[in-house]
């Protein structure tokens, strides 16, 4: 065993590395550098002593938590440990420091080496990462919106129809109530928290409350459950303008946004396809609206809200998508055809809608579609897979993310995923909110393995198919099964992807 002494030892035995590879070294980071930065969660960081000694420790935290100054400046939290310091005595006695950065499951590093500094930012030192260290959204562990009503919240609710509560005590309940599960939330590791829809009378319903203009008829479709039965329910129709009182979402985040301390708070509001397609063949009163002004007043109400929105801080939007998905079943294909409608033009209708809706978003808003075939007291609407809608899904609406209903065979396969473009992320609603059922932890992992072959790992994502009471009834569970399957989908994704 010879000892190697110089360069031209070493160059004897190792090649001179290709211009590709040297073309990596860079005197900044690059965009590609910032990105991988804002995904990794965990870094190896070496530091010289005085001496010469090399120390090595490990840093990890939530995805982001080395944070990019300037393409030349990073700053790393320091997280409480076992104080021994031998690291930060390092850089005060030398200044060297070098650290690889890893992304798990990906097989790449990001290294980088220069001098450090230390200072004192609380901000930075903390136990976890700020709203501004969160990254963007959407996370490995999703949580779709509404949770399961707490029983003292419908207490208070009746109590005040037979006049022994008032509306001060039913708010102090809900925000109580609200509150809690937040926290319940984050104790779970989830890096996005809802306040569960607590003050909603449903996913939708809320918001056509919150505007006048609105009478209910029963709707076209109907609810099905597991037995055969048959579900008639009432939806919104347009008997006068369309006039929105105060803004309908806003009241409903700021309070949320209140009660995180880890998590980003997540806003949710239905698409406007829910205002038509229930009732196609005449969901307004033609006396009042034609489809182009009725159409120009829902986009004027969408884009108000989403302004208001973001002016109040959040940056994390999901809106509910039920009649596209809906599309997909060849029944309600059926359906539609014989009440004189062309589903392939009520699809081209609604991707114009939320076109124009998100058209001139405010900048810095992540905005993702969840898509249900309905949802109500564990009962559906419409089966049947994506296919017939794939193609302008997942590339005509303007959206970053898809929160894709797939916990049963109503959802049918994969396949129709190889549409997704590379730059929208895919969160698979695996886990079911209609069922007790706890899930075994293997299923969730091997369908997303499933998955992974029509969308790269790396923009997939976990959640429930649906939330969990998306009227104030609820779907057929208990509240510890609810908390159980959102504790599976943060253990899952860990696993996965090496965090929630």
Known sequence: MARLTSTDDLRRIIAEPRPATRSKVLDALDEQSIDFLKRCPFALVGTTAADGTIEVSPKGDEPGFIRVEDPKTLLIPERVGNNLAFGLSNILATGKIGLIALVPATGETLRVSGTAEIFEAPTLRGSGPTADDMGDPPFRAEVIGSLLRPRILKDTATAIANGKATAADYQ????????????????????????????????????????????LKPSLFRFRDTEGGSFEWPTCVAAAPIRRRAPITLAEYQRVKRFTTTALPKATLPTPSAFHFFRFTQPFDPAVYDQQRYFDDLVAVYRSELVELAQAGCTYVQMDEVPVAMLCDPLVREQARAEGGDPDKLLDLYVGVMRRILEDRPSGITVGMHLCRGNFRSRWMASGGYEPVAARLFNDFPVDAYFLEYDSQRAGDFSPL??????????????????????????????????????DLERLSLSSQCGFASVAGGNSIDEDTQWAKLGLIVDTARAVWGTA
Request: no cysteine; aromatic share 10%; glycine share 10%.
């Open 418 to 455: 190889r549409h997704v473009p590379k730059d929208r992320h895919v969160v698979l609603g695996l886990v079911s909110s209609k069922t007790p059922v706890l899930e075994d932890p293997d299923d969730p992992r091997r369908r997303i393995d499933e998955a992974a072959r029509f969308v």
């Open 172 to 215: 102090a309940v809900l925000e109580r109530e609200i509150g809690r599960v937040v926290a319940r939330q984050e104790e779970l590791g989830l890096r996005v928290a809802t306040d569960g829809e607590f003050g909603r009378t449903s996913w939708f319903g809320f918001f056509f409350e919150g505007l006048d203009g609105f009478r």
